[in-house]
């Protein structure tokens, strides 16, 4: 395993000076395109229901995410709770809109740093921060005492992709692998279904900044575990309200079609998409030919590398020729077993 670039960072004091700077952002919040400008160093809440402390509601060795991040030992999961989106069909509802549970989950930046610690002594292969956006600078802190305890690990940040750019940019050289959600091709379904304003505008800018910093190359180690580089997640949704081929057009038009994507057929209906009438066309599981035409998209634009889930979403599919768009996808048991 190569070191991790924020050990350099930690060398030159350009840790230090970064966790500053984000940590400044709090004091009228524009940690995310939100900006609701709360004072959250004075423990006032943000719209993420937030304030200056990091909370987290587990953490623990997780083998859910793509395999070249679980190897055999598994990502270092920390799910941090709330959410700066309010998605009707969030799959950890539980965790990310029940701010009032999740304050007893409030913990120190001190405490942050030990669990990130106690992954490492476990043997899992990186530190995988889910929904990190919100808690940014807490988590850039955390890092900082980590590091200077002897922390290792790469860094993972799996977000939603409703990111602030200042913010990524000061990230660059923290997080070495950028794992974000590409949610909607279009604001009105942003709006509708995560009650955010100009997600695609948002979304996009941030997922480029992601790209200047980490590029199209993936970087593996000797056990093909991924250390640096960018993995665009794409759910598929009932009634291609995602909109999966705008998403992978731009992606392939704007980015490069280099870029690794997950395309992922995990969805079913939770929370308000399950319950209420207002959400019917999220209502169901994607169908098959729903699917088909997702893949299909893939294939025809040549998008180049990346993972497939099969359609029941138990497992990976990965294409692992980078320069032969033409390769098929292969289980990825077939380079495990």
Known sequence: MTNPTYLQLLANGDLQRRVVQLEALLERCTVCPRDCLNNRLQDEI??????????????????????????????????????????????NYQISQ????????EITHERLAEIMLELQAQGCHNLNFVSPTHFAPQMARAILLAAQAGLRLPIVYNTNAYDSVEVLRLLEGIVGVYLPDLKYAEDEAGYLYSKV?????????????????????LVFDDDGLLQRGLIIRLLVLPN??????????????????????SLMAQ?????QAATSKRHILLSRRITENEWLR????????????GWLQEFDGASYYYRPDFDNPDTPFQDIRDFTS
């Open 240 to 261: 291609d309200i995602g909109g999966i081929r705008e998403s992978l057009e731009w992606i392939r038009d704007e980015l490069s079609p280099r870029v690794a994507v």
């Open 197 to 217: 304003s100009g997600y695609k505008e948002y979304a996009r800018r941030a997922i480029a900044e992601m790209y200047r910093q980490a590029g199209d190359e």
């Open 98 to 105: 029940t701010h009032k549970t999740q304050l007893k989950n």
């Open 267 to 271: 969805y079913y209906p939770t929370h």
């Open 46 to 91: 943000a719209a993420c229901y937030s304030g200056r402390l990091p909370i987290v509601s587990s953490y623990t060795a997780h083998f859910g995410e793509e395999p070249a991040l679980v190897g055999t030992r598994g990502a270092g999961n920390i799910f941090f709770g709330n959410c700066n989106l309010r998605c009707v069909y969030c799959q």
């Open 294 to 305: 997702a893949v299909n998209a893939l294939d025809e634009l040549k998008l180049e590398s």
